[in-house]
């Protein structure tokens, strides 16, 4: 449990919600994808919904997010259209990338979702474009880059690492640390456990929290983002968490010996939507009848959605080429 004195109603609602709408959706999207409806390959993000949740909430809405393949969670959690998304995953005209981008394409610039990329560290140079651009403009944006713990390998993450440093910039460098990069665990690739202590050589200030406490992930990214937004420049936040699924599907793939059942088994006993509303019921902050009523109304906006989706048009074979530049 955080040892910090606990945000306010209103924020520990709002925390709930995003992780909730996350996994609800990611549910959603285990029970369909078998339909072969949706063609694109998807990357899931359940057990690792705080991550998402707990720094956006922290976020105005102006703000920038650029998300990795593993995007769903950075889509809703920065407000993305739920509509759009179930469109952009069935391959309709009206999704949030007309079609064409899928499930690991997601955007909404509206709210600042800026896009999300496959490519391993593809994200983290445009958070710190964005933030250099940002500190250019006058502004009090503050720019946000998702990864993975296997993008701190490549070294574009150093070299946006010193950059940013460099200049100061308003940027929050999350690394999703979930211990696999797709099937090898951390301890086979690096010798430094924590990956919030590479900034260390930079100048880059690093905080290391359990993904599952999305209180504490988003205490930590409040005091990161101030920071950020008042001319003291980047910071590292590693979210150590767990994803449930396999590197890219629905199922559970602890068969392939990469891992354990047991393991996989700890995690889920450490599930970060349960441990909010377990502190809701202790703490008699919302009863059980009012936390079924938020996943019934969400779970009505998810079906809604799919069901828009599947009513709406699939491109046009003249507009393949368009809005590629």
């Given at each position: 449990?955080?040892?910090?004195?606990?945000?306010?109603?209103?924020?520990?609602?709002?925390?709930?919600?995003?992780?909730?709408?996350?996994?609800?959706?990611?549910?959603?999207?285990?029970?369909?994808?078998?339909?072969?409806?949706?063609?694109?390959?998807?990357?899931?993000?359940?057990?690792?919904?705080?991550?998402?949740?707990?720094?956006?909430?922290?976020?105005?809405?102006?703000?920038?997010?650029?998300?990795?393949?593993?995007c769903h969670s950075h889509y809703l959690?920065?407000?993305?259209?739920?509509?759009?998304?179930?469109?952009?995953?069935?391959?309709?005209?009206?999704?949030?990338?007309?079609?064409?981008?899928?499930?690991?394409?997601?955007?909404?610039?509206?709210?600042?979702?800026?896009?999300?990329?496959?490519?391993?560290?593809?994200?983290?140079?445009?958070?710190?474009?964005?933030?250099?651009?940002?500190?250019?403009?006058?502004?009090?944006?503050?720019?946000?880059?998702?990864?993975?713990?296997?993008?701190?390998?490549?070294?574009?993450?150093?070299?946006?690492?010193?950059?940013?440093?460099?200049?100061?910039?308003?940027?929050?460098?999350?690394?999703?640390?979930?211990?696999?990069?797709?099937?090898?665990?951390?301890?086979?690739?690096?010798?430094?456990?924590?990956?919030?202590?590479?900034?260390?050589?930079?100048?880059?200030?690093?905080?290391?929290?359990?993904?599952?406490?999305?209180?504490?992930?988003?205490?930590?990214?409040?005091?990161?983002?101030?920071?950020?937004r008042t001319g003291g420049g980047p910071?590292?936040?590693?979210?150590?968490?767990?994803?449930?699924?396999?590197?890219?599907?629905?199922?559970?793939?602890?068969?392939?010996?990469?891992?354990?059942?047991?393991?996989?088994?700890?995690?889920?006993?450490?599930?970060?939507?349960?441990?909010?509303?377990?502190?809701?019921?202790?703490?008699?902050?919302?009863?059980?009848?009012?936390?079924?009523?938020?996943?019934?109304?969400?779970?009505?906006?998810?079906?809604?959605?799919?069901?828009?989706?599947?009513?709406?048009?699939?491109?046009?074979?003249?507009?393949?080429?368009?809005?590629?530049?």
């Amino acid at each position: 449990m955080t040892q910090n004195p606990l945000p306010s109603k209103e924020i520990l609602l709002e925390l709930y919600r995003r992780m909730l709408l996350i996994r609800e959706v990611e549910e959603k999207i285990v029970q369909v994808y078998p339909q072969q409806e949706i063609r694109c390959p998807t990357h899931l993000s359940i057990g690792q919904e705080a991550a998402a949740s707990g720094v956006t909430t922290a976020l105005r809405r102006d703000d920038y997010v650029f998300g990795t393949h593993r995007c769903h969670s950075h889509y809703l959690a920065k407000g993305g259209d739920l509509k759009q998304m179930f469109s952009e995953l069935y391959g309709r005209a009206n999704g949030c990338a007309k079609g064409k981008g899928g499930s690991m394409h997601l955007v909404d610039p509206s709210q600042g979702m800026m896009g999300s990329s496959a490519i391993v560290g593809g994200t983290i140079p445009l958070a710190a474009g964005a933030a250099l651009a940002a500190k250019m403009q006058g502004t009090d944006r503050v720019a946000v880059a998702f990864f993975g713990d296997g993008a701190t390998e490549e070294g574009v993450f150093h070299e946006s690492l010193n950059f940013a440093a460099l200049k100061k910039l308003p940027v929050i460098f999350v690394c999703e640390n979930n211990f696999f990069a797709t099937h090898t665990p951390l301890s086979a690739r690096q010798v430094i456990a924590s990956i919030a202590d590479h900034g260390k050589i930079y100048g880059v200030p690093g905080a290391a929290v359990e993904g599952v406490n999305v209180i504490d992930v988003y205490q930590t990214a409040a005091e990161m983002v101030a920071r950020a937004r008042t001319g003291g420049g980047p910071s590292i936040l590693e979210c150590r968490a767990y994803r449930w699924k396999e590197h890219v599907g629905h199922n559970y793939d602890f068969h392939l010996g990469y891992r354990t059942k047991e393991e996989l088994d700890a995690w889920i006993n450490r599930c970060p939507v349960c441990f909010i509303e377990k502190l809701f019921l202790e703490k008699k902050l919302v009863s059980e009848n009012e936390l079924g009523g938020i996943r019934a109304s969400i779970r009505g906006a998810i079906d809604d959605a799919i069901a828009f989706a599947k009513a709406s048009p699939f491109p046009e074979p003249e507009d393949m080429m368009t809005e590629i530049y």
